[in-house]
């Protein structure tokens, strides 16, 4: 069992920046795939990014295009922890986002909530026009 913890959120301003971080449970979180999705009020969750393990000390990621240049990806292995780090935030942006993460790497990154096993319990971030 894997246990994710989001924290982080708030309330921010148009073009303002704002780091979340999911620290996770687990003895093997370097190879753990960790993704973010996020779900705005009567929307369905979306995915935003995911951040998969290649060997080694080597990660791939990939993000929506709706965030991609705009949002990071890191992670902090000695930590158990991951972040993703938003910047020039927008008011769509709105949303709980919640961390996920599976036990197995994959070829091709999914984006899809079916396949990450775990599930943190979401944090609200809020951008005030």
């Known amino acids: 069992q894997v246990q994710l913890v989001e924290s982080g959120g708030g309330l921010v301003q148009t073009g303002a920046s704002l780091t979340l971080s999911c620290a996770a449970s687990?003895?093997?979180?370097?190879?753990?795939?960790m993704g973010w999705f996020r779900q705005a009020p009567g929307k369905e969750r979306e995915f935003v990014g995911a951040?998969?393990?290649?060997?080694?000390?080597?990660?791939?990621?990939t993000y929506a295009d709706s965030v991609k240049g705009r949002f990071t990806i890191s992670r902090n292995n000695a930590k158990n922890t991951v972040y993703l780090q938003m910047s020039s935030l927008k008011p769509e942006d709105t949303a709980v986002y919640y961390c996920?993460?599976?036990?197995?790497?994959?070829?091709?990154?999914?984006?899809?909530?079916?396949?990450?096993?775990?599930w943190g319990q979401g944090t609200q971030v809020t951008v005030s026009s």
């Open positions: 687990g003895r093997s979180f370097r190879t753990y795939r």
């Open positions: 951040s998969n393990w290649r060997g080694g000390v080597a990660y791939t990621g």
């Open positions: 996920a993460a599976d036990r197995l790497p994959a070829k091709i990154i999914p984006t899809t909530e079916s396949s990450y096993t775990y």
